[in-house]
């Protein structure tokens, strides 16, 4: 059995972050990061847009900091990325033109976010991680890939992790695990006796467009950020994860039971479409506030209608209550012939009926949402575009941290979007620098 320092769990952003905090701010730690996967680093190996803006991704509530300090941690958080070979380009910067959207979205009722957004592309990404990898094993960092944490136990004042290579023993823990992760760590989380609380989850689709429709709004803000009410039910939605040009991806079960749907571009090929996400956000408070179960029988629901695969509508069919299917999928008539989908019919994804496979309630706020839309972005609406789903955000349950991102266990630390901390890659990197800092404070 190896003894650490600190062991962290999970090599995405979070656990990244975390790491080179440590170790460049208290060399002589005895690092190591541990990843089930047989390549750091999870979510990072994506599209990997970065929204530097403290509006997105994090709730500075939650995390227990100023604006000014998360301004501080962006700034340096992109540094990084630049430093590991990102795009110099900064999108969102031509505030006349932004200004102009957010008028015209306020006159149809429905606010826009923007702000300024670097893209690195999923065919980048790798290069980009490599080379961080690189950095932190020159730092000492230790990486033990394709080891998956089995169960967290205390003994004697240390962490004994069980893993599918034998037990690793730790003074300090940092749990990143990511939204992969976030069902198996509540489980330990109950055993360990921490403190946690359900939060709001994401339900939604995935839209598929010609991008020349999207064109307008992407030219000026790389990943516009509309945020509703919706008009039957009030309820929030927003759009998510623009990718202009991008494919729409299918994010593997790994064991869970489902696929899920998701989106990303390469930097360098460029398809003729753009998608984006539209999500709802669901609070659920007494009898019942398990949104994480409710996602997770959502999506096995949505997929088994799918017969075991994620489903694919054609706008005219969902927003008539039709069912798609495979025979009039291209239906000239339609002009359904217009539109190839970016991931392969019947094999990827099939045919079928999403407005049967959500709950009502959903199914009205997301045809809310497109038809508000529509109105901001004409064309939206268009019956041969396509809509997939399930698209379902897992980082509900919110865990009672400290200023540092302590739990009431002491020394055990989490980070990520896998414990409800943050929503997305630059927001996940802050969390990991914050609790790399909460416990240097402690050792110190
Ligand atoms: C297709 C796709 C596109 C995305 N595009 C963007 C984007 O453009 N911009 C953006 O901001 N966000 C994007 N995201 C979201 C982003 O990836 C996440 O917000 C971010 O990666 C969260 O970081 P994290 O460190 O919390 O977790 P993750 O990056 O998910 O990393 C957690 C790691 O922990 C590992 N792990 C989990 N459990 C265990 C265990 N028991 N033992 C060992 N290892 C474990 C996992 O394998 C994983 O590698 C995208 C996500 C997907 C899936």
Redesign the pocket.
């Known amino acids: 059995m190896t003894s650490y320092d600190v062991l962290i769990?999970?090599?995405?952003?979070?656990?990244?972050w975390a790491a080179e905090e440590l170790a460049k701010k208290k060399p002589g730690l005895s690092i190591a990061i541990?990843?089930?996967?047989s390549f750091?680093?999870?979510?990072?190996m994506?599209?990997?847009?970065?929204?530097l803006s403290t509006d997105i991704?994090m709730e500075l509530d939650e995390l227990k900091i100023s604006r000014q300090e998360a301004e501080k941690y962006i700034q340096e958080i992109d540094a990084k990325f630049l430093e590991l070979g990102a795009d110099q380009k900064l999108h969102g910067t031509e505030q006349k033109e932004i200004d102009k959207w957010v008028t015209r979205a306020r006159r149809c009722g429905v606010d826009l976010v923007a702000c300024k957004q670097r893209h690195v592309g999923t065919d980048e990404s790798k290069n980009l991680i490599n080379k961080y990898k690189a950095q932190l094993e020159s730092l000492k960092v230790k990486f033990f890939l394709n080891?998956?944490?089995?169960s967290i136990r205390r003994k004697d004042e240390r962490f004994l992790l069980t893993?599918n290579k034998g037990e690793l023993r730790s003074k300090f823990l940092l749990v990143?695990?990511?939204?992969?992760?976030a069902y198996?760590?509540r489980k330990q989380a109950s055993r360990l006796k921490i403190k946690y609380s359900w939060g709001p989850i994401d339900v939604g689709v995935r839209i598929e467009m010609p991008s020349e429709i999207y064109d307008p709004i992407t030219d000026i803000i790389y990943?516009p950020k509309f945020k509703f009410i919706t008009k039957t039910h009030h309820d929030k939605t927003r759009t998510f994860?623009t990718n202009k040009g991008g494919k729409v991806?299918i994010?593997p079960a790994n064991g869970k039971g489902f696929s899920l749907i998701?989106?990303?571009a390469l930097k360098r090929v460029k398809t003729q479409n753009t998608n984006f996400a539209i999500l709802n956000t669901i609070n659920l408070t007494e009898p019942y506030a398990d949104t994480l179960e409710m996602g997770r029988d959502i999506a096995k629901e949505t997929v088994r209608l799918g017969g075991g695969k994620p489903i694919i509508q054609r706008m005219g069919d969902f927003l008539a209550g039709n069912r798609s299917k495979m025979s009039t999928f291209f239906d000239k008539a339609k002009h359904y012939d217009t539109l190839k989908p970016t991931l392969p019919i019947g094999i990827a994804v099939v045919p079928g009926d999403i407005t049967l496979a959500y709950r009502g309630r959903i199914i009205d706020n997301i045809r809310d949402t497109i038809i508000a839309l529509d109105k901001i972005i004409p064309g939206i609406a268009d019956a041969p575009n396509l809509i997939y789903a399930p698209e379902i955000k897992f980082y509900d349950t919110k865990y009672f941290t400290s200023q540092g991102l302590e739990t009431n266990v002491p020394n055990l630390f989490i980070?990520?979007?896998?414990v409800g901390k943050?929503?997305?890659?630059?927001?996940?990197?802050m969390?990991?620098m914050i609790a790399a800092r909460g416990i240097i404070k402690k050792i110190s």
């Open positions: 769990i999970g090599s995405g952003p979070a656990g990244l541990i990843e089930k996967g750091s680093s999870g979510g990072l994506n599209d990997c847009k970065l929204n991704g080891r998956e944490v089995k893993t990143a695990p990511g939204r992969d992760g198996w760590f990943d994860c991806r994010e998701n989106g990303d980070a990520g979007d896998g943050s929503r997305g890659i630059v927001g996940a990197a969390t990991g």
